[in-house]
């Protein structure tokens, strides 16, 4: 049972499930403090952590060169595993600089800001990386427009879900990392903290991750006592109560 309420809790979290069957009340899950509940916390990652694992990437072989990329779009966008893996080429716009997800929650699209660092990783990955991953045969398939492509042999096909959550773990270790998974659900929840953290609105968060209301996004988004305790320093400056 355990692992469908941990489930139903991360449904939730998506946006996927609007209640949890197996909610409980805070009195009854306080009778067993191993049972997850809504107030368990989410598991994120700190600036640290996402340092380590572009440290992890790098390199100037095609793997180095599109596992940056991915990276990057991950941490900057905060998208889901599937909206990255499945990315089209045509879904990269670097003349208007947006990034378009076909595949977001819910089956919407989703266009978000191409941030300058990301654009320079992926069009390296572009210029000098992908085309190792495609079939040097005339007896196999050409190029099918997946963005980011399969290393295995074989006609080319985009990466899968635990593929990528592999990739992500190992090249999280090779940076110095010290936490023993690291997905990118882990990823697009540092985001959304350093996001809140950094003065980006909630609301304006929520929408940046594709959800729905920001009722998802509080449980992605946890404000640090530091960031809470310069808002709570300038706030009382300017009302006079403190120093400047």
Request: with cysteine; hydrophobic share 40%; proline share 6%.
């Amino acid at each position: 049972m355990r692992p469908l309420r941990s489930l139903a809790i991360w449904l939730v979290d998506e946006g996927l499930l609007a209640l949890n069957p197996f909610r409980r009340s805070r009195r009854r899950a306080s009778l067993n403090p191993l049972l997850p509940s809504e107030e368990t916390p989410t598991k994120s990652a700190t600036l640290d952590d996402l340092r380590a694992l572009k440290r992890g990437c790098a390199g100037d072989r095609p793997l180095d060169l599109r596992d940056l990329a991915i990276v990057s779009i991950l941490v900057t966008t905060a998208a889901r595993n599937s909206s990255v893996r499945l990315l089209q080429l045509e879904d990269v716009d670097f003349e208007r600089s947006v990034i378009r997800f076909r595949r977001a929650k819910g089956g919407k699209t989703l266009e978000l800001a191409l941030q300058p660092g990301t654009a320079t990783a992926i069009l390296a990955y572009l210029e000098r990386g992908r085309a190792a991953f495609l079939p040097s045969s005339p007896t196999v398939s050409g190029d099918p427009g997946w963005l980011f492509l399969s290393g295995r042999a074989g006609a080319p096909r985009p990466l899968t879900m635990n593929s990528v959550s592999l990739m992500l773990t190992r090249r999280y270790h090779a940076g110095g990392g010290s936490l023993r998974c690291f997905g990118s659900h882990r990823i697009r929840h540092a985001t959304a903290t350093l996001l809140v953290n950094n003065g980006m609105p909630l609301e304006e968060v929520s929408r940046y991750l594709g959800h729905s209301s920001t009722v998802p996004t509080r449980r992605y988004a946890q404000q640090t006592p530091e960031a809470l305790g310069e808002r709570a320093a300038s706030a009382l400056a300017r009302a006079g109560l403190v120093a400047g």
